[in-house]
């Protein structure tokens, strides 16, 4: 599936990390069985600790345990969401680790930086799906302000 080197992928493609067909880590886990959401995470983290300047990393019951919490807390992010996220996370966007690789900071940044930046974009694109829908009815013959009668109409008073 998506290894970690496709993080930057999905930095590069912040659209589709968020509204592409990439599964849901609660997906993984209904489609490969319980466990695989962690298993899959598990080399992502990885990933991180290797990529960040601390003495101390996380050894693999810690990141075992970690990606249970990731994936028990954030089951219904994707997993290019997930990689967005690390990617972001390894660049500083989020802050620092002091030392070692902390697995509350770890999900403090993805509950107070991730989230709201990904709910952000799902409501800005929410917001522009809607405006081109009432355009579309706007300019639409049959309906509002340009039917066919108010045309007519603007003809005969010769204001078009």
Known sequence: MFNPDL???????????IFGTAPMLCVID???GDG????WLV??????????????????AQLKQLAQMIRAEFGYLKATEVMLFLW?????????????????AVMIALRTGFMPERVRAIDEAE????????????????????KKENLEKLQQEGKI
């Open 127 to 146: 917001k522009e799906k809607q405006r081109a829908w009432r355009e579309s009815l706007y300019n639409d013959p049959n309906r509002g302000p340009m």
């Open 43 to 60: 080399p992502q983290l990885h990933n991180l600790c290797a990529a960040v300047g601390v003495k101390t990393k996380l050894d693999d």
């Open 30 to 32: 209904a489609a490969y």
């Open 7 to 17: 993080q930057q992928v999905a930095a590069e493609h912040i659209d589709r990390a």
């Open 88 to 104: 972001r996370l390894k660049s500083g966007r989020y802050g620092k680790f002091y030392g070692a690789v902390d697995p509350m």
């Open 36 to 39: 695989s959401a962690v298993a």
